[in-house]
């Protein structure tokens, strides 16, 4: 269906699906950038999803959570933890998801291994936190495997005669490793997690998580649906009426959704210029609101935008500048966007590595245990190892900082800058998760483009549940 539209700036033809913020769109500023950007950032990758309702049950319905469980978490690529959480041969942690529990090994220098977290004795837990020692030693009867899986140690073996060792090593899930992201599959037919991922490893290779480190990590029980936690960080729809100190500094309506495959999908935001709802900014409050509300980069003195120049130039530079200084990398071919804008990808169901030069953030929602109504929210910051190894700094594994109940985000002081935001978000979720409760129609109307992502995740979880349940 074509109709006419007129815009403030043009006449144009639009169809559906196909219609955009009349403002100019984040393709359009690329074209301002004082350096060239790299071409999987200007080129647009979006597919109309059609326009239907969604069911409210896909959030509510224990039947729809049970399919999601069944169908869905045993088939796919899960981040379960970085390479550096368990550097050391014996280092190990655990990665919980719905009914399953998986320990995750470093059994030698160049491997990484996870099992399924249950003595193959009475099936307690082998262990239930983050650890290190040279065997894996379950606590109620003293069950013990060696790291690498095989059987180390019987209990009262005269009482056990009908125990084969080789028979009775810890089943494995698999493991495979991108970026130092250590992910787990439960589904041994699953496709190799590059191909899961394609394109990210393509697009990602410039900015080289893998030779990052993490440096933060907080988690948070939220009172809602996973997908409504997860959903409140897919669009930049929201950022209008939510987060309005951001709006000097980012251009949210007019903001770039792409669509690929059905594993990863990206929003780009622009940070440098005002949201399209905000009008008569000028360019030294965009710089200062960048520098004290972004968290993108705290600068020391107050920065001046020489007259006739744009904030946004002027910022990619200073971070240019303060990162080549602190990290010792070269920045100069470095475009603005991949300095400043706020570059959010996601992998199917739940991963989501921010791409770009800055610190990259990292979020991970699922379930909380077994539950439709409550999820767990983590984010972390990973930061680029210094240029020159001498000067790289010893790295010790960071604990996770749990947020109890009462606290906010804002309490997690090292979130520098951005605890508030995810707490304007935090406050919204209770309401959607009991809103959709009462929700007469028993649906909800995404927008065409802004929400296409929420589509996108809808149909590739609809494409699990179609293959039926698998059990591991
Ligand atoms: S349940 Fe593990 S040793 Fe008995
Ligand atoms: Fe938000």
């Not at 655990?94 to 977290?117: C, G, H, M, P, Q």
């Not at 393509?202 to 907080?218: A, F, P, Q, S, Y």
């Amino acid at each position: 269906m074509s109709e006419i539209k007129q815009t403030k700036h043009k006449l144009e033809i639009v169809k559906n699906g196909q219609d955009r913020s009349p403002d100019t769109s984040y393709t359009e500023y690329l074209s301002q950038d004082s350096k060239k950007v790299p071409d999987f950032m200007v080129e647009e990758n979006f597919e109309y999803l059609g326009s239907d309702d969604i069911d409210t049950s896909r959030y509510i319905s224990r039947e729809f959570f049970e399919k999601e469980k069944e169908c869905m978490w045993t088939r796919v690529w899960q981040f379960a933890c970085r390479v550096e959480d368990i550097p050391e041969v014996g280092d190990s942690l655990v990665y919980d998801i719905l009914d399953w529990s998986f320990l995750i090994v470093r059994s030698d220098e160049n491997t990484i291994k996870a099992f399924y977290n249950s003595c193959l004795h009475r099936g307690r837990r082998i262990k239930t936190e983050r650890g290190f020692g040279n065997q894996l030693e379950c606590p109620f009867h003293g069950f013990c495997w060696h790291l690498d899986g095989s059987l180390k140690f019987t209990p009262a073996p005269w009482d056990f005669a009908h125990i084969k060792d080789k028979d009775f090593s810890l089943p494995e899930v698999r493991v495979e490793i991108w970026q130092g992201f250590v992910f787990i599959n439960m589904d041994d037919n699953a496709v190799p997690l590059e191909e899961y991922l394609a394109p990210i490893p393509e697009h990602h290779k410039r900015w080289d998580l893998g030779n990052c480190k993490k440096v933060i990590h907080v988690s948070k029980v939220v009172p809602g649906n996973w997908k409504t936690v997860q959903e409140a960080f897919m669009e930049s729809f929201h950022a209008t009426l939510i987060h309005p100190e951001i709006l000097p500094f980012q251009a949210d309506e007019n903001a770039r959704y792409d669509l690929y495959g059905d594993h990863m999908n990206r929003n780009i935001a622009l940070t440098g210029k005002p949201s399209p709802n905000l009008k008569n900014v000028d360019e030294q409050e965009i710089l200062d609101t960048i520098f004290y509300g972004s968290g993108r980069m705290a600068a020391d003195d107050k920065i001046i935008v020489p007259e006739g120049e744009e904030a946004r130039k002027v910022a990619a530079q200073a971070m240019r500048e303060a990162f080549a200084a602190a990290d010792g990398h070269d920045y100069s071919d470095a475009s603005d966007a991949e300095m400043l804008d706020a570059i959010v990808y996601n992998v199917f169901p739940n991963f989501s590595p921010w791409g770009g030069f800055p610190k990259n953030l990292i979020y991970r929602f699922r379930p909380n245990g077994n539950r439709e109504d409550s999820a767990i929210m983590e984010a972390m910051f990973l930061q680029r190892n210094h240029k020159d190894p001498e000067k790289q700094e010893p790295y010790e594994p960071i604990p996770i900082h749990y947020l109890s109940e009462d606290e906010n985000w804002e309490d997690a002081e090292e979130l520098t800058g951005i605890g508030y935001i995810f707490d304007q978000d935090m406050g919204n979720i209770p309401e959607v998760e009991r809103g959709i409760r009462t929700n007469k129609r028993g649906k909800l109307t995404y927008a065409n483009y802004q929400e296409s992502r929420l589509r996108h995740w809808h149909r590739t979880i609809d494409k699990y549940i179609a293959k039926g349940p698998f059990k591991p």
